[in-house]
Every structure is written in C-alpha cells, then in structure tokens.
C-alpha cells in the first residue's frame, strides 16, 4: 500500500488512501505554505484533465510502499490541489519535485 508521512511537531503522521481528513501542508509557486484536506491519491493523467486543478508540491518527509524513502530537503511530492483540498501525483511511481529553497509562510 502507498504510504506518505509528514511531521507535525515530533509525530510522524501517516497518509494513506484511506486517512482522508488528514491536514497537510502544500506549496505554491510562489513559495508561500499553507494547509488542505488530505484526499489520497491520483493519477497524473487524471490531475492533467481536471482544469479547475492546481499543481502544488506537498510537504512529506517519508514516502513508502514495501521501500521506505525519506526525501532530502528541498524535495516534495507533486500534489493536485482543488479548492481546499489536496491529493497526491503519482504515475508509476511517486513524482518528487523540486522546492523553493526558503521556507515562506504568509
């Protein structure tokens, strides 16, 4: 099973597709952090169709299915955001993406 952690002061928190509800914080273009509604995951086919999507990068610390992987800093998972909520990019493979290199918050 896909699974995503983030840290929320020192808890590892789980994402899977099945913690819907779950607040995580994503990234926009311009740098700025803000929250959203975890809603699981999406293909990247479907992402690229959905016009009111917004591509965003989400901040994860671990990424795992039977592999655990922790991301260096600097790096996020391609997220798809629509209105308040946020799921997580993949094809065959999770998309890591690069980030802004300072941390804005607004």
Do not use: H
């Not at 273009?29 to 989400?58: D, I, S």
């Not at 990424?63 to 655990?68: P, S, V, Y």
């Not at 600097?74 to 493979?93: P, S």
């Amino acid at each position: 099973m896909l699974t995503l952690w983030r840290k929320q002061n020192m808890r590892n928190i789980r994402l899977t597709a099945s913690s819907i509800g779950q607040s995580v914080v994503y990234v926009e273009r311009n740098g700025r952090r803000r929250w959203a509604y975890w809603m699981g995951f999406m293909a990247a086919e479907n992402a690229r169709m959905l016009r009111v999507a917004k591509p965003v990068r989400l901040e994860i610390q671990r990424i795992g299915t039977d592999e655990i992987r922790d991301l260096a800093p600097g790096e996020y998972v391609q997220g798809c955001l629509i209105g308040e909520q946020v799921w997580a990019v993949f094809d065959a493979e999770m998309r890591i993406v690069a980030g802004p290199t300072e941390p804005r918050w607004p």
